[in-house]
């Protein structure tokens, strides 16, 4: 991956903010493509662990959406 | 008869490439006409099916043989300009009309200058300005009415002057209340409070600056949790309400500026300059919906709503036809989800016996063990026809996915969704033997079943199977950089493969519910309740604690409509008693609840002895009593009565009743005060239909309602208007200012500030009705049996206040009456039979209810009894086991678990797991954003 490309980890609760994604999707909205997507069931799923192994893993930022 | 939408529902995908090229253009009715849309169109982006139409007016193929682009464009195929109108004819045992209504058109107004003005608009108009998907993007300004990037010169110099309002206006009862300029004698019911909700929220989107002012008669607020809202309106949001009809309105042609004349409540003329106007139309019944009732033969009133007894609320004049929604009297949502639930229970009493004789049963594919084989994943890409294709390119996505660890089959596939993709699916997983399924496709929130379903046809157990969203996600706010959005796809299709990889077959626990259930409460709402789920054939167990049924309704007169209660009540409790179906427990207390939905036992208490009832469901409908008034020398003098009072002395035809000279009703007796904020909701028909009676009884008798708001809404302002014209003398006051009663031998002197002369005025009366407030029975013991909430007033809270009015968050237990909040004798029997239908839901599906396979288990060896699970969990559903080799150790009940995690994030120990998204899958996840170099 080029250098200049950034990775956003986004956990996007099921039933709000992933719902939402979607319908930026419907609504044909534009925005950069540096996110990554990962569904979780509710935001009180998540886990400090999982922000952690994410900066681990190399992202540039964590949104926790919910 | 089936109107043709020129578009093949079951080929339409909705990607909206029809919509980028066609040429037609019509008025955009989901915004209020304030935007265009083209002739091929989908109604609103959230429409059921989301399927596309055309509109045969306007497009150019179906009106001059032209175009035709859209045919070109359509990737599925999926237009037909030869579709024809279809007559299909259904066999049906019950009717439900839900026809709704259309917001009155005030064009016809002159005063208000509503088709001239551009700064007038509708209410329907402003809701759609203040939303973000309306036409300004929620952004409020003036001249709203103008195309975004206006194209005519004259648009294009009113655009220039288009400037953020800095004060905005609402004119109340536009098209309501009214029989001099329309014939809507009726109150809409809804105005009030949506227009105090739209003031709300344009000074949130305008900053505090915006000045509102709501011109108003009555304000009307009698919803649950409404009157707290218009105090806040008032005194935390500063929105100014005037009481006062504004004559009209004149313009300023340069600026568009409004200027209106009134006359305040002093009686002062006042002049005024806002930057927009408000109407807040009314409700109005279709001259279609009249038509189909005539054609239907069913009654209506002489507004066109379909008239409905009190004591069957949902049932029209034809049998086996029933209404519900803003047809049958306007009405808010709340009262509309309550009247579907109701006329879904009263047309299925009517089928009770036929129930599931026209089902058939899906035949089921035995599942494959997978359980310890190596995965064997295969991921289908999706093309969506261009939608993902045209800016992914999928066939190198798929070649990538072939590359990908545990993945034997990587296969690109126009359109997954289409039922040959499904069946060729199920033949590669069969051939294939594969053991896990990655669909890369668009949202799994709509598509997820479907491909879960294709996996049970393929004898895999669903849970063995990832989505992800290289749709919505990707190629839709992408495109304009393919080769980014084919990395991401990528990096998303990775993603999902590892995630599989970890997937395990799920097992969905049954639900075993016991088809019994417990109504507690024997009032009108408890009984119709107990009526309902009999006679679909539920074993009912009502439960009162004083020793006849009937509650509150035994102490009732009459009707808003005129209805004898007495002898609707007696017919009601007869059924009751005389059902096999029902058992009456009364002198009975409910003394504990044990288990949970499906498998309820309680305790009760009869006559000092306890008896253990097994259930399934309960629904709580204790009600609420009259208050007992502390003011207005209630007590001291039997001259001063209550509502209740009153209604007992006109049941038993009282002689007192005949030599009343003069009676006063005061409205708002402990109700919209600072110890009790809310309204009462009944007390002013009930006045106002006792005034009338009194003046029935004696034409002289000399009858005042001194009142804050008059609130008889819907078609109870007939009653309001009836009485003002039979000489009921209406006198407002302030809750500063209240009346002062004193009590002399001869006659009772009521002394208040008349608001018209603002001088005190005193009334010589010898009955005196005070309408004491609706207090519910604020049960905590029982809030505290079935986990259910109280709020600050002591009414139970719903699960939720539009969509779920007649049931708790609390699976299995249900909510009906007075107890929910105060409710006249319709609305009390709708919610009873709206808390049967909900009830249903779940008996019905006695041998199906399954738990889903998403929830947490806890691995008991790693537990450490910490309780945060217990303490953290909003469904009670951890706890510890009483018993059994793991005793002490914590357990998550499966029925009870909604699957969010919040326990499996809060465990300590790592002892909680969460199926389906445990922490080692969204860990694989995680380890799976970058590739592995």
Known sequence: ?66 | MKKPRYVREDRCIACGACTEKCPGKFDDKYNADLKAQTAIYVEYPQAVPLKYAINPDVCLKLTKDKCGTCEEVCPADAIDYTMTEETLSIAAGSIILAPGFKPFDPSKFDNYQYANFPNVVTSMEFERILSATGPTMGHVTTFPKLPANPKKKKDKLLAQKRKDPKKIAWFQCVGSRDVNKCDNPYCSSVCCMYAVKEAIIAKEHAGGDLDCSIFFMDMRTPGKEFEKYYENAKHKHGINFIRSRVHSVTEDPETGDLFIQYVDEMGQIVKDTYDMIVLSVGLEITQQTRDLAKKLGIDLTESGFAKTASFEPVTTSRDGIYVSGVFNNPKDIPESVLDASAAASAAGDALAEVRNTLTKEFPVVPETNVVGDRPNIGVFICDCGSNIAGVVDCPHVTEYAATLPYVTVAEETTYACSQDAQDKMVEIIKEKGLNRVVVAACTPKTHEPLFQETLKNAGLNKYLFEMTNIRNHNSWVHKNNPDIATDKAKDLVRMAVAKAALAQPLKEEKINVNASVMVVGGGLAGMTAARSLASQGYETHLIEKKDCLGGEALKLWKTAQGEDVQKELDALIKEITSNDKIVVHTNTTLEGVDGFVGNFTSQLKTDGKTTALEHGVAVLATGAKALEPDEYSFGKDDRIIRTLDLDKMFKENDPKLDTVQSAVFIQCVGSREPQRPYCSRVCCTHSVDNAIALKEKNPETDVFIIYRDIRTYGERELLYKEAREKGVIFIRYDVENKPEVVVEEECLKITLTDHVLNKPVTIHADLLTLAAALVPRKDERLANFFKVPLNDEGFFVEKHAKLGPAEFATDGVFVAGSAHYPKPVNEAITQGRAAASRALTLLAKKDSLFTSGNIASVDVQKCSVCGVCISICPYNAPSFLAEGRFAGKADVNPVLCKGCGLCVASCRSGAIHLRGFDTNQILSQIFALDEVS
């Open chain 1, 1 to 66: 991956m080029a250098d200049d490309n950034i990775k956003i980890v986004s956990f996007l609760c099921n039933w709000c903010s992933y719902g939402a994604a979607d319908l930026a999707g419907v609504s044909r909205m534009e925005y950069p493509a540096d996110i990554r997507v990962i569904r979780i069931p509710c935001s009180g799923r998540m886990s400090p662990k999982f922000i952690l192994s994410a900066f681990r893993e190399g992202a540039d930022a964590v949104w926790v959406s919910g």
